[in-house]
C-alpha cells in the first residue's frame, strides 16, 4: 500500500501549484482523502479533506478560499490545487486516507496511510 506525493516546488508569493496523490497497493475510492502540512518546527496540521465520492470537502481556515481539493477515483488519485500562496504555507505536504470515516476528518490519529510528503516553498 502506498500514497506518493508530488507536485511541490518553490513558488512565489501569490503563485499557484498543482499537488497529485497517487494511491497504489488498494483501492482508495471508498476511503477520504486529506493533504496535511508540517511546517518546521510545528506539529502536522490539517489542510483539506474530502470524502470518497467529491461531494464533501472540508478546510482548514488558514486555506479557505485559496486550496481546493478533489479527487479521481478512476485513477486513484487526489488532488490539492494551491492558488494565491503565502510564505506562511510553507511546508511539506503529506496526503493521507481512512477507510474509519466515523473518526474526526481533521485529526492525524484518524488516517491509516500516509504519503511521504512534498515540499512547498512560498517565498517572500
Avoid: H
Wanted: glycine share 8%; aromatic share 12%; with cysteine.
Amino acid at each position: 500500500v502506498q500514497l506518493q506525493a508530488s507536485g511541490g516546488g518553490l513558488v512565489q508569493a501569490g503563485g499557484s501549484l498543482r499537488l497529485s496523490c497517487a494511491a497504489s497497493g488498494r483501492t482508495f475510492s471508498s476511503d477520504s482523502m486529506a493533504w496535511f502540512r508540517q511546517a518546521p518546527g510545528k506539529d502536522r496540521e490539517f489542510a483539506a479533506s474530502i470524502n470518497w465520492s467529491g461531494s464533501n470537502t472540508y478546510y482548514a481556515d488558514s486555506v479557505k478560499g485559496r486550496f481546493t481539493i478533489s479527487r479521481d477515483n478512476a485513477k486513484n488519485t487526489v488532488f490539492l490545487q494551491m492558488n494565491s500562496l503565502k510564505p506562511e504555507d510553507t511546508a511539506v505536504y503529506y496526503c493521507a486516507s481512512r477507510s474509519r470515516v466515523f473518526l474526526s476528518y481533521d485529526q492525524v490519529r484518524s488516517y491509516d496511510y500516509w504519503g511521504q510528503g512534498t515540499l512547498v516553498t512560498v517565498s517572500s
